[in-house]
């Protein structure tokens, strides 16, 4: 079975900086481009950005330059390195891959930034 687990989120002030990762099992993992995504409260779910294959990442346009997505390969794992956070970027974090025709996704992960 394909499995996805995100960690990492968890409080930190405005200005601040938390690192995410998301672990794949189940799939060949260099494969698949992965994709994080986030929800936030009474919000629907939006994308934040993806990786490639080949370690190419883009971003939606409100991450503005303050996150940065990379993959280990050889340890099935994705990162999403989030710099100068904002009260805003608060929200459940996701990490999912497609394949077969379907999507996959992780339980999330919580990221709080205190103003």
């Known amino acids: 079975d394909v499995q996805l687990q995100a960690s990492g989120g968890g409080l930190a002030q405005a200005g601040g900086s938390l690192r995410l990762s998301c672990t794949a099992s189940?799939?060949?993992?260099?494969?698949?481009?992965i994709g994080w995504f986030r929800q936030a409260p009474g919000k629907p779910r939006e994308g934040v950005g993806l990786?490639?294959?080949?370690?190419?990442?883009g971003y939606a346009e409100f991450v503005g330059g303050r996150f940065t997505i990379s993959r280990d390969n050889a340890k099935n794992t994705v990162y999403l390195q989030m710099n100068s956070l904002k009260p805003e970027d608060t929200a459940v974090y996701y990490c999912?891959?497609?394949?077969?025709?379907?999507?996959?996704w992780g339980q999330g992960t919580q990221v709080t930034v205190s103003s």
């Open positions: 999912s891959v497609v394949l077969n025709g379907g999507d996959y």
């Open positions: 990786i490639t294959t080949g370690g190419n990442a």
């Open positions: 189940g799939l060949t993992f260099d494969d698949y481009a």
